[in-house]
């Protein structure tokens, strides 16, 4: 089992990109799912937090901006990301615990990362 992410890239400040997040393989059951991000010469940070009961939270810094989203059919999470600052630049990593079927097994998965970039 694995997360592909997509959707990162280089936008202009104020625009907008969608990451998703989708899990392959044969994919049982997945937990919270998350998105961190870590820009350059700065710590980890969790940014959104969604519960599969779909509680969100997200970090302060993009609160009414960026708006997280799951599929659980698709084994997917999502993330909208509106209004975009050049404090936005990081690599995006989305992150899971999963069960796989049939084996039970549970991997804490977390996604290759994609790049984003603000900046004009």
């Known amino acids: 089992v694995q997360f592909v992410e997509s959707g990162g890239g280089l936008v202009q400040p104020g625009g907008s990109l969608r990451l998703s997040c989708a899990g392959s393989?044969?994919?049982?059951?997945?937990?919270?799912m998350e998105w961190y991000r870590q820009g350059p010469g700065k710590q980890r940070e969790r940014v959104a937090h969604?519960?599969?009961?779909?509680?969100?939270t997200y970090t302060d810094s993009v609160k009414d901006r960026f708006t997280i989203s799951r599929d659980d059919a698709k084994n997917t999470v999502f993330l909208q990301m509106n209004s975009l600052q050049p404090e936005d630049t990081a690599v995006y990593h989305c992150?899971?615990?999963?069960?796989?079927?049939?084996?039970?097994?549970?991997?804490?998965?977390w996604g290759q990362g994609t790049q984003v970039t603000v900046a004009s």
């Open positions: 992150h899971a615990y999963v069960v796989e079927r049939p084996s039970r097994r549970m991997y804490d998965l």
């Open positions: 393989g044969s994919i049982l059951y997945t937990s919270d």
């Open positions: 969604i519960t599969r009961e779909g509680g969100i």
